[in-house]
């Protein structure tokens, strides 16, 4: 799946904790059972936050 081999390298390479970043908050997310976030919902997840950031970063600027 597109951006497995990313984030499966950012989780080898970071220490649980040691990071606040967007990426490692949702790495370090558990649902009401104690289960992290799949592989799929951490790259839909950050799918999510680059369209929302386009969206609002190009609405910001055409309201200034």
């Not at 790495?27 to 997840?45: H, Q, T, W």
């Amino acid at each position: 799946m597109i951006g497995d081999t990313s984030i499966q390298e950012y989780k080898s390479h970071v220490e649980p904790g040691s990071r606040k970043d967007s990426l490692a908050q949702l790495i370090a997310a558990r649902d009401e059972n104690g289960i992290p976030l799949s592989e799929e919902e951490l790259v839909a997840a950050g799918m999510v936050f680059m369209i929302v950031g386009k969206y609002c970063g190009s609405q910001a600027w055409l309201t200034h």
